[in-house]
C-alpha cells in the first residue's frame, strides 16, 4: 500500500488506522484523497463544490440552499447535487441538520456504486460505528436524526428496500 510507505491497521477499542512504515521527514506529502461526501456547514458563505468562501455566491436555482462561486462550480456539482437538491426543495423552508444531509449523501454515492480514490485505505464501510458506546440519550437523539433522514429522503427514497444493500441507519449516524 502506498509504494510500501503506510500500512492499514486494527486497534481494538479505537477503530482503524495507519502508520507509516518508516520514518518520513517533516511536511511530506503520503496522500492525498478526495473525501467520499462532504457537507457545506456554512452554506450561505461556501462555495458548496469548491469549498471556497465568498461574500457573493450563486444560489441553486432549484432549491435554494447550495450555493457556487460560479456556474463552473455548479456544473460540476450537478451529478453530485441533483437528488440532494430534490430532498431540500421537499423540505424547504427548513433545512435538515448538516448530519441528516451527510448521510443522504452517503447513501446516494453508495447508490451509485462509484470507484472512488477516497477509499483507497478504507471504504465507507469499513469505518467504525461508535453505535454500542452510545448512551440511550443519545442513541435517542440518533433516532429523531433517523427519523428527519426518512422525512428528508422520501423524495428520491420511499422504501427501505431502496437503500443500499445492509445498510444500517443508526450505524452511519454512528460513524
Not at 25 to 39: K, Q, R
Not at 137 to 156: F, I, N, P, W
Request: positive net charge; hydrophobic residues 30%.
Amino acid at each position: 500500500m502506498m509504494s510500501g510507505i503506510l500500512e492499514k491497521f486494527q486497534s481494538p477499542g479505537k477503530g482503524n488506522g495507519v502508520r507509516a512504515l518508516k520514518d518520513m521527514s517533516h511536511g511530506l506529502t503520503v496522500m492525498i484523497a478526495e473525501p467520499y461526501v462532504y457537507t457545506v456547514c456554512r452554506i450561505k458563505t461556501a462555495c458548496d463544490h469548491c469549498l471556497h468562501r465568498k461574500e457573493k455566491l450563486l444560489r441553486c436555482s432549484q432549491c435554494k440552499v447550495a450555493r457556487y462561486c460560479n456556474s463552473h462550480c455548479q456544473r460540476k456539482a450537478w451529478q453530485g447535487h441533483k437528488r440532494e437538491c430534490k430532498c431540500l426543495r421537499s423540505t424547504l423552508p427548513n433545512v435538515p441538520p448538516n448530519s441528516v444531509r451527510l448521510v443522504g449523501k452517503i447513501i446516494f454515492k453508495m447508490l451509485q456504486k462509484p470507484d472512488t480514490a477516497s477509499e483507497e485505505l478504507y471504504t465507507i464501510s469499513d469505518l467504525q460505528s461508535h453505535i454500542k458506546e452510545a448512551s440511550e440519550e443519545v442513541k435517542d437523539g440518533l433516532r429523531h436524526l433517523a427519523t428527519a433522514l426518512q422525512h428528508y429522503l422520501k423524495e428520491e427514497i420511499q422504501e427501505i428496500s431502496q437503500l443500499p444493500p445492509g445498510f444500517q441507519v443508526l450505524e452511519y449516524f454512528g460513524k
